[in-house]
């Protein structure tokens, strides 16, 4: 059964493990193998990002294994305060089993208990699956940013999607 919770610190080398997974679909925005993280230097992210009352990075976990993570980034100016920031990966042995949705469904309902009003993400517009899960969870496609990355040697749309709280 999937469980959602805020990371902790100790979390850090199973998340970056997580993250190199799914950094190896291609559909993030790193290209395979090209981040390179640090159990110690994303522990004291964790620590960091956590700090922040409207910011956090959540882990689903199955059996104590972490099998998904979402981020929220929220900033400090008073005019963006009200917004946060989505990341998502997903490790591949766990995506189509309901990871995302509790991702989702969990951080959705602690941005409205801490304040955030919107929550918005961009995604590669040849990611139907994902976006599929984020029109799904309610999200809405705003725009599109052309040409947004270069992948494999052609440049790839990416859809600017959001949700208000």
Do not use: C
Request: hydrophobic content about 40%.
């Amino acid at each position: 059964m999937v469980k959602v919770r805020k990371a902790i610190i100790h979390d850090a080398s199973q998340v970056v493990a997580v993250m190199k997974n799914a950094e190896e679909s291609g559909f993030m925005l790193f290209s395979p193998g090209e981040r390179k993280v640090s159990a110690e230097a994303f522990a004291k992210y964790i620590e960091s990002i956590n700090s922040n009352s409207k910011s956090g990075l959540f882990v689903a976990t199955d059996n104590e294994q972490i099998i998904g993570y979402m981020i929220v980034q929220n900033e400090k100016p008073q005019r963006i305060a009200h917004r946060g920031y989505i990341v998502i990966g997903v490790h591949s042995e766990s995506r189509g089993k309901g990871v995302g949705k509790a991702l989702f469904s969990y951080v959705l309902e602690w941005a409205k208990q801490v304040g955030l009003h919107r929550l918005d993400l961009t995604v590669i517009a040849t990611n139907e699956v994902a976006v599929k899960l984020y029109k799904k969870m309610g999200f809405e496609i705003e725009g599109v940013k052309r040409d947004s990355l270069f992948i494999d040697g052609e440049y790839v749309d990416e859809y600017y999607m959001s949700i208000l709280l």
